[in-house]
């Protein structure tokens, strides 16, 4: 399988996706945002980091970059989407999926590692978990905050479209604790904390194992392949 990963200008973790993509065991594919091509890529990641600087809104100028219009016509094609942090900023801007990130609750940028319980399998990047699984992904970020009005937080919630849920603590003040969402076909996922960043023994978030050992991050890159497996 080939995965996409788009970098833009400003793109923080497009390097870590791409090794997640390979620890995951698929083909990485290094895709750039001012041009159309796709590559013939499998599905796509878009990455954390602060595209082009965080201007207007986060997100809101690389949602228009030459290569989204293929990103959203892929997605309403069925092609896995994911979006990571600003990837996830991205995909609010360019109506993959609905709502809105502002800044933290708090005011601050915020870095920890975050408890999350997964509310939804049906997507291609979540069926490796299972439902009401708890796991822990880092996080970092300073415009976190999910928002939506009553209406779509309710239809988000009757639908299942919440994908994962924060949990011990909201850290950045996301209504009803939402961290990420997926779409109705289930192919889009976008989601404020890092699965890349919880992929390699070492170098992942604490665990009551080992310190630096937690990899459910891992399950986000299998998932998509099992589904490309199947399908």
């Known amino acids: 399988m080939r995965i996409g990963v788009v970098t833009f200008p400003g793109s923080l973790d497009d390097r870590d996706a791409q090794r997640a993509i390979r620890l995951?065991?698929?083909?990485?594919?290094?895709?750039?945002?001012?041009?159309?091509?796709?590559?013939?890529?499998?599905?796509?990641?878009?990455?954390?980091?602060?595209?082009?600087?965080?201007?207007?809104?986060?997100?809101?100028?690389?949602?228009?970059?030459?290569?989204?219009?293929?990103v959203i016509d892929a997605a309403n094609s069925g092609m896995p989407v994911l979006g990571i942090c600003n990837g996830f900023q991205i995909l609010v801007e360019a109506?993959?999926?609905?709502?809105?990130?502002?800044?933290?609750?708090?005011?601050?940028?915020?870095?920890?590692?975050?408890?999350?319980?997964?509310?939804?399998?049906?997507?291609?990047?979540?069926n490796g978990f299972t439902a009401g699984q708890e796991i822990t992904i880092p996080l970092k970020n300073g415009e976190g905050g999910f928002i939506a009005?009553?209406?779509?937080l309710d239809r988000l919630e009757g639908e299942g479209l919440v994908a994962f849920r924060y949990l011990d603590v909201n850290p950045n003040g996301s209504l009803r604790d939402i961290a990420g969402l997926r779409n109705e076909r289930g192919n889009v996922v976008g989601l404020m904390p890092h699965?890349?960043?919880?992929?390699?023994?070492?170098?992942?978030?604490?665990?009551?194992?080992?310190?630096?050992?937690?990899?459910?991050?891992?399950?986000?890159?299998?998932?998509?392949?099992?589904?490309s497996v199947l399908s």
């Open 195 to 227: 699965p890349e960043h919880a992929v390699e023994p070492g170098f992942g978030p604490n665990t009551p194992a080992a310190m630096r050992s937690g990899v459910d991050g891992l399950t986000f890159f299998t998932s998509v392949i099992k589904q």
């Open 24 to 70: 995951a065991g698929a083909e990485p594919v290094a895709l750039w945002h001012g041009t159309h091509d796709l590559q013939g890529v499998d599905a796509i990641v878009l990455p954390g980091g602060f595209s082009y600087g965080d201007y207007l809104r986060c997100g809101a100028i690389a949602a228009r970059s030459p290569i989204m219009a293929e």
């Open 149 to 152: 009005d009553e209406p779509t």
């Open 95 to 126: 109506h993959l999926l609905p709502g809105g990130l502002i800044r933290n609750d708090h005011g601050d940028f915020i870095r920890r590692d975050q408890r999350l319980r997964v509310e939804s399998t049906d997507s291609a990047w979540t």
